[in-house]
Structure formats: C-alpha cells, structure tokens
C-alpha cells in the first residue's frame, strides 16, 4: 500500500486473514492476525491485530520502541511488564509503555488478546527478544 495515500475507511474480518507466527522459537508459540497496517490497509498512524495462544502459549520476553496496548477477547494469562505479573482475562486492558520487557504465557484455556501499536505498519515494531 502507499503510506502517502490519504486513509480511507474500510473493514477487516479476522477470518479473512491468514495467522502469522508459531514456527519462530525465538517468539514463542504465539500467532497473530494483523489487521489494520499500512503495508496491507489503507491506513496510517496505528497498527491493530489479534494475538492467539494455545493453552499456556507463550510470547518471550521482549522489547520494542513503541508503547503497545492489549485488550483481552477470550481465555486468560499472565503478561508480566518490567518484571511485574498482569493478568490479562476477557475485558482487560494492559498498556505497556515503550521499551518496557514484556511476555505473555496463556493460560489452560489459551488466550486471545487485541494489540495496537501507533506505527504505520508492523514492520516497523523491532522486536528485539531478551534471549537474544
């Protein structure tokens, strides 16, 4: 997509795009769905997706220069921030500033959480991993 174009409105179905992730250990097992991002929408200024966990999936400890939100849709887990355990349920919101170390391990149930970040696109959220 051409970041220059103007933004225009539009509608994304989650079952209309396919899941990323899963196969990278250096993730975890998490997967994800994003759904709003310029390189793919007709859209600037925020990234918007879905992040998927099996029962106790894990996305490892890591860091980015955006600060990100998650809204949790189903299931349940922990997202420890800096060190400090969240839960994360259905309803939940977890803001985790930039450059903060976070990680998330779902729970029996699995997990399923909405993330934003304010970029153009995904590809420009450097995950850097704490393994690494």
């Known amino acids: 997509m051409d970041t220059l174009a103007?933004?225009?409105?539009?509608?994304?179905?989650?079952?209309d795009?396919?899941?990323?992730?899963g196969t990278d250990p250096a993730f975890?097992?998490?997967?994800?769905?994003?759904?709003v991002s310029s390189d793919q929408t007709?859209?600037?200024?925020?990234?918007?997706?879905?992040?998927e966990?099996?029962?106790g999936g894990t996305l490892l400890p890591h860091r980015?220069?955006?600060s990100e939100i998650?809204?949790?849709?189903?299931?349940s887990g922990i997202v420890t921030i800096d060190g400090i355990p969240h839960v994360i349920a259905?309803?939940?919101a977890i803001h985790i500033p930039s450059n903060a170390e976070h990680g998330t391990v779902a729970g029996p149930e699995g997990l399923a959480f909405v993330y934003v970040f304010p970029r153009d696109s995904f590809a420009e959220v450097d995950y850097r991993f704490s393994a690494e």
């Open 6 to 15: 103007t933004p225009r409105a539009f509608a994304v179905n989650t079952i």
């Open 17 to 21: 795009v396919p899941l990323d992730g």
């Open 28 to 35: 975890g097992t998490v997967m994800w769905r994003t759904l």
């Open 42 to 51: 007709p859209s600037r200024d925020m990234v918007m997706g879905v992040a």
């Open 53 to 55: 966990f099996g029962a």
């Open 64 to 66: 980015h220069e955006p």
């Open 70 to 75: 998650y809204y949790g849709l189903s299931g």
């Open 90 to 92: 259905q309803g939940t």
